[in-house]
């Protein structure tokens, strides 16, 4: 395949970026995404061009690392994939390909398609574990009996890899199917009812002075989440935070 | 206000607050309305009831304007901040891709209504205002049903209404599930919630259209 990738370029966060325009041929339809970013990287180093930043860790769809806004779309016009899970085939020769970083204020771009989304870890250091005595008193978690409705639900939260897609779709920039995620995970478990109302309060109070915007239910997050994340999540979030509230 | 204002949830669940309240007033300004249609005596008798009733006048009037203000006023506040979330905009943004574009564009929905508002005020309620409050014209019972058929006599006011009330029904269209998520209602009922809000977001704007056609063609 031949394809032409117009991809944001910006040398470092203070810089101003822009899109630019890229040649690149013998792309094959097996390839990943980021197999196809990889081959046009050696072709830029090969011109004498800084190679586009991006980020990647796994390339199996578990890190949640590989942030590309692709063609208007997180992680790609493919339903329930990571970037790197993204192939070629999903293309056609000849197609002109726009790469962007995912945006958010909260998510400020690093370089080119690389942003800090460290935002997301200071929610989570704001109440997304429970405490847990480890002086070798601890009981076995699988001693707890737990229905299994409940854990088949906090298991599926607990599948959010953390990748911002949500945040990224959202026309508000909203990370609520993210922190929703994190705070259902322990809310539908008893361990972690000890924390919950402190969690909820906390999460969503550092979310918000992250600066992402609000949640109008579009459902956008829902669709584009590689992990398929339900909105009913969030629904769950609203009832905990406004019962966090009620207990002040 | 400040508290509300304070978080993201509260202020989504503020907005799901004030929009069920406005919904329910409109299924109650839609019941009045539609006795115009089959029976000028019965509007007449609600009409009087609803402008002459001190509970009315003075306690769920007031409560009523403040809601729709609340409203709008939140909405805009919303919209701003969300914009500011953004920062830097996407080259290419295919929100159609993942979203409905009633649900991404409830400012212009809601901009629509608010402007239909504006012509709903200048027609009804500021000569109402008038009426009793500024000129304290003395009560006549049977007013109501002449003053609603003529305004509608006017070709161009009926347009704009039908106008208006197809942008209400898109406003609704999400609105009406939209509430019910922000409150934290999700579960094996939701899709009953979805089915009603669609018979709502549908049955009322078309049933207050159908109600400025008739006296337009009745009169």
């Given at each position: 395949?031949k ?15 822009s ?12 390839m ?18 800084d190679p586009?930043a ?29 970037t790197c899970?993204?192939?070629?085939r999903k293309f056609?020769d000849?197609?002109t ?5 995912f ?13 800090d989304?460290?935002a997301?870890d ?16 601890t ?11 409940d ?7 607990a ?29 539908l478990?008893?361990q ?6 402190d ?8 979310m918000?002075?992250?600066?992402f ?35 002040g | ?6 978080s ?13 309240f ?12 539609i006795?115009s ?16 009733n ?8 007031p ?9 709008f ?6 919209d ?7 920062g830097?905009?996407?080259?290419v943004?295919k ?5 409905s ?9 809601g ?5 239909f508002?504006?012509l ?9 205002m ?10 006549n019972?049977d007013r ?9 006599e ?19 269209s999400h609105?009406?599930?939209s509430?019910?998520?922000s ?16 018979v ?11 109600i400025?056609?008739?006296h337009?063609?009745?009169?």
């Open positions: 395949m394809l032409t990738l117009k991809i944001w370029r910006q040398e470092n966060a203070t810089a101003k970026g899109m630019q325009t890229y040649s690149l041929k013998g792309v094959s339809t097996d990943s995404f980021l197999e196809m970013m990889d081959v046009l990287n050696e072709q830029l180093m090969e011109q004498g061009i586009v991006f980020d990647h860790d796994c390339r199996e769809g578990i890190c949640g690392s590989c942030s590309m806004f692709i063609n208007g779309e997180a992680h790609g016009p493919d339903r329930l994939v990571t899970q993204l192939h070629m056609k000849g197609d390909i726009h790469i962007e970083p945006r958010a204020k909260p998510f400020p771009v690093i370089k080119d398609l690389v942003v989304r460290t997301f200071r929610i989570q250091h704001a109440g997304g574990f429970v405490s847990v005595n480890t002086s070798g008193n009981q076995d978690a699988n001693a707890t009996p737990i229905e299994k409705a854990a088949d639900k906090a298991f599926d939260a599948t959010c890899i953390g990748c911002g897609a949500c945040v990224a779709s959202c026309k508000n920039a909203s990370a609520m199917l993210f922190v929703s995620a994190k705070v259902s995970q322990y809310a478990l008893p972690g009812q000890v924390e919950a109302t969690r909820v309060l906390n999460m969503v109070k550092q918000d002075e992250e600066g915007g609000n949640c109008t239910n579009t459902g956008a997050c829902e669709v584009e989440c590689p992990k398929g994340i339900s909105l009913e999540n969030i629904a769950r979030m609203n009832r905990e935070y406004l019962s966090a509230n009620m207990k | 206000m400040g508290f509300v204002l304070s993201t949830i509260l202020r989504k669940f503020a907005m799901a607050l004030s929009g069920l406005l919904m329910l007033f409109l299924l109650q300004h839609f019941a009045i309305n006795t249609v089959f029976s000028e005596t019965i509007f007449n008798q609600f009409s009087h009831f609803m402008g002459t001190a509970i009315v006048q003075f306690v769920l009037q409560i009523l304007i403040f809601g729709v203000i609340f409203h006023v939140m909405g805009f506040i919303l701003i901040q969300n914009r500011s979330a953004r830097t905009r996407y080259a943004y929100g159609s891709a993942n979203a574009w009633v649900s991404r564009n409830m400012l212009i929905s901009g629509t209504v608010l402007a508002l504006a709903h005020f200048y027609d009804f309620w500021v000569p109402e008038n009426y009793k409050y500024i000129e304290f014209l003395p009560e019972p109501y049903y002449e003053e609603l058929v003529h305004k509608f006017d070709l161009t006011r009926v347009i704009l209404y039908v106008i208006s009330f197809v942008f209400l029904a898109l406003h609704l609105g009406f599930s509430a019910f998520q409150m934290g209602f999700n579960n094996k009922y939701t899709p009953v919630v979805k089915s009603l809000g669609k709502y977001s549908i049955g009322i704007p078309a049933g207050f259209a159908f400025a056609i008739f337009f063609l009745n009169h």
